[in-house]
């Protein structure tokens, strides 16, 4: 009778160290889990179109990974805890109330309805190669990625192509555009930069969100661009190629 529960209790135990050894969240106590970390929203997509993270959730979106199940998040202005676990290639972020199955891949989560906003999520582990931006772009994207600089301007109204403008020496300085794998460009207008802005790419148009000045950029089919630049006071078209190297 004392062997049988003597066995009786190994099985009980066994069975036990195996059911919190299969927790993704718990682990083995002082066991750091290959999760644990800070993770960083690297790519969104929406309806098959990139957009931006910021756009999205007004700033950066990152959860911190910690042991025994407990995460942190931010989104924008917006902070909370929640809990995570995984099981497989199955990564389960629950926050606010909404539990979200991600798949695990070489660091990264990815998330195809984050929040349930219809919006594809992949996060990159915080310290990694995955998180380069540049490996998230679609090949339309990334064809926009580079320096671009006036070839030509058109005024409103005027007599067509000019390669000169007043107030530039060289027409290059007319307009250039710094467009960066973050999703963020860099426009400078007649040498002064004005400022740096989102972008985005879809149907065959490059949106860049801003107001003042407003850039509207057409993508043609032999990888130049067409930029009509507007405010307060001037209206042009730039016919845009990229800078040599």
């Not at 989560?109 to 929040?115: A, K, N, P, R």
């Not at 594809?120 to 931006?133: L, Q, S």
């Not at 058109?154 to 007043?166: A, H, I, N, R």
């Not at 985005?200 to 057409?218: F, H, K, R």
Request: net charge negative; charged share 25%.
């Amino acid at each position: 009778m004392k062997k049988k529960l003597n066995l009786l209790f190994v099985l009980v135990f066994v069975v036990s160290m195996i059911t919190l050894t299969g927790c993704g969240g718990s682990g083995k106590a002082g066991e750091k889990s290959p999760y644990e970390g800070k993770w960083v929203a690297v790519s969104a997509q929406m309806m098959g179109m990139s957009v931006s993270i910021d756009e999205v959730f007004g700033g950066a979106f990152e959860f911190e990974v910690k042991n025994g199940g407990k995460v942190s998040f931010t989104a924008g202005d917006t902070t909370g805890k929640g809990k995570w676990s995984v099981e497989d290639d199955q990564f389960t972020l629950s926050i606010e109330g909404e539990e979200m199955v991600g798949t695990i891949g070489e660091d990264i989560i990815s998330f195809d309805d984050m929040l349930e906003m219809g919006v594809k999520v992949i996060f990159a582990k915080d310290g990694t190669d995955a998180m380069d931006p540049a490996l998230y772009l679609t090949e339309e994207e990334s064809a926009v990625v580079g320096e671009w600089v006036a070839e030509s301007v058109e005024e409103l109204l005027g007599d067509g192509p000019q390669t000169s403008m007043e107030g530039v020496d060289n027409i290059n300085d007319a307009l250039r555009l710094n467009i960066k794998a973050d999703r963020n460009v860099t426009v400078i207008y007649k040498g002064e930069e004005i400022g740096t802005f989102p972008w985005s790419v879809a149907l065959g148009y490059c949106t860049i969100e801003s107001d003042n000045p407003s850039l509207s950029v057409m993508i043609n089919d032999d990888g130049t661009l067409d930029v009509d630049y507007s405010d307060d006071e001037d209206y042009y078209t730039f016919h845009c190629v990229k800078a040599s190297e």
